[in-house]
């Protein structure tokens, strides 16, 4: 089991430009999120998706867009890049509920700089 | 007011030491609580969930006080590999989870 990837590891962008970051669970896991974290902070849920063909906005979801169109995929779009989402960026998944474990699976991160 | 608040530390201690952290929630309708070790450019991940009065899992012993909407975490006898940033975490009502800032530990030989 790869667990969740995420591509790429690193990316520059310029302001305005556009991007996907990858998200990928092997896991069957029907839950996935998008978190984003700023030097120093917590994380903060952009978008979340309890199984495929459904997706829910989370605490900071301007700016982003999501797809979940497979069980296994869950990718982020960034529309018009700001230097405000210069941040590291998880995707996450979590199995439906298994003798009350809510645990949640993290992917390495995506370093993303808007220049 | 943040939802989940921690002390942002840096706790500085020497090996073998007994450090504590606190953490405070703000929705007292959060039903499970977490907390989870992140490395230095790495990605969180789960050391223990804090379920009702509490837990133990080796040298690590979290307790939930829900009457003050608090959490904490011992770490007995420090080890250098204890290093890292911990994160308080609550699941909301809706079961997403929501993060504290983290709390830094570092430990000195």
């Known amino acids: 089991n790869a667990g969740v990837t995420q591509t790429p590891k690193f990316r520059i962008l310029k302001i305005g430009q556009s991007m996907t970051l990858q998200c990928t669970q092997d896991?069957?896991?029907?839950?996935m999120y998008w978190y984003r974290q700023d030097p120093g902070m917590g994380l903060k849920l952009i978008y979340y998706?309890?199984?495929?063909?459904?997706?829910d906005k989370g605490e900071v979801p301007n700016g982003y867009n999501v797809s979940r169109s497979t069980t296994e995929d869950f990718p982020l779009r960034l529309e018009l890049a700001a230097p405000s989402q210069t941040s590291v960026y998880f995707c996450?998944?979590?199995?439906?509920?298994?003798?009350?474990?809510?645990?949640?699976?993290f992917g390495p991160g995506t370093r993303l700089t808007v220049t | 007011r943040k939802e989940v608040e921690q002390d942002p530390g840096p706790f500085n201690v020497p090996e073998g030491a007994t450090v504590a952290f606190n953490c405070t929630y703000s929705?007292?309708?959060?039903?499970?609580f977490f907390w989870y070790r992140q490395d230095c450019r790495k990605e969180p991940k789960l050391l223990m969930s804090v379920y009702s009065s509490g837990n133990e899992d080796g040298r690590f012993t979290a307790q939930l006080n829900r009457a003050s909407q608090y959490i904490s975490l011992l770490i007995r006898d420090s080890k250098l590999s204890d290093s890292a940033t911990y994160l308080c975490?609550?699941?909301?009502?809706?079961?997403?989870?929501?993060f504290g800032s983290g709390t830094r530990l570092l430990v000195r030989p």
């Open positions: 996450a998944s979590q199995p439906l509920s298994s003798g009350g474990s809510y645990e949640q699976y």
């Open positions: 929705n007292s309708a959060s039903q499970s």
């Open positions: 975490v609550a699941m909301d009502s809706s079961y997403k989870l929501i």
């Open positions: 998706s309890v199984g495929a063909g459904i997706t």
């Open positions: 896991m069957n896991h029907n839950y």
